[in-house]
């Protein structure tokens, strides 16, 4: 059965550090996804990419995170300078097509320490 | 802005029960709702999908329903057992493709 991966899997750094958190999303899906999700709240949506194109980024904090999908393939995300607020886990998604009611597929997440 | 809203945030049964989970979203416009398990430490698992078309989702012990003009959505979890132990996501798709989710149900599931 094909899923989205994501590595790694558990990252501590220390606060002023550079973090990149990688994503490959099932074969085929168009559309992608990275959430925040902070200890004991729901996932929030971070960016989306279409193909290779950012579709909204309007709650990345762009002064210290990016996001790039050159190919329009696997995605990176990176912090810099990490900050302790930064801890949490990071999860991507995918979807076959960008259509409303498509579902998503989660991969296993990173689980960011910040110390 | 949508919200989306989870009652109880924390559940204990013993095993063998049936229950229910409630989601609460406050825009009725809304594309689909997805409800997902989440064990400790670990990503989303999709459990039921349900279109904005639709009025419930079934798979095996689980059951799904929607009422969008109520902005409301339960997971019924028959027969509960304790490997059902886990926290239940609500998430609710908009018109930007995004979902929005609640903050969960945390269940336990006691032998």
């Known amino acids: 059965e094909a899923e989205v991966a994501q590595s790694p899997r558990y990252k501590i750094t220390e606060k002023s550090q550079a973090v990149a958190f990688w994503c490959d999303p099932i074969?085929?899906?168009?559309?992608l996804y990275w959430y925040r999700q902070i200890l004991g709240q729901g996932p929030e949506l971070l960016v989306q990419?279409?193909?290779?194109?950012?579709?909204?980024d309007s709650q990345l904090p762009k002064d210290r995170f990016s996001a790039e999908r050159l190919k329009g393939v696997d995605s990176t995300l990176k912090i810099q300078p990490a900050e302790l607020g930064d801890s949490a886990m990071y999860l991507c998604?995918?979807?076959?097509?960008?259509?409303?009611?498509?579902?998503?597929?989660f991969g296993p997440g990173t689980r960011l320490t910040v110390l | 802005k949508q919200e989306v809203t989870q009652i109880p945030a924390a559940l204990s049964v013993p095993e063998g029960e049936n229950l229910v989970l409630n989601c609460s979203f406050t825009?009725?416009?809304?594309?689909?709702l997805q409800w997902f398990r989440q064990d400790p430490g670990k990503g989303l698992t999709s459990l039921l999908l349900?279109?904005?078309?639709?009025r419930e989702q079934t798979s095996g012990r689980l059951n799904a329903s929607l009422d969008k003009s109520s902005g409301r959505s339960t997971l019924y979890i028959a027969a509960s057992q304790p490997g059902d132990s886990a926290t239940y996501l609500c998430?609710?798709?908009?018109?930007?493709?995004?979902?929005?989710f609640g903050s969960g149900t945390r269940l336990l599931v006691r032998p």
């Open positions: 998430a609710v798709g908009d018109s930007s493709y995004k979902l929005i």
């Open positions: 349900i279109q904005s078309s639709q």
């Open positions: 074969s085929g899906h168009a559309t």
């Open positions: 990419f279409q193909d290779e194109s950012v579709v909204d």
């Open positions: 998604a995918s979807t076959p097509t960008q259509g409303p009611g498509a579902e998503q597929f």
């Open positions: 825009d009725s416009a809304i594309y689909n």
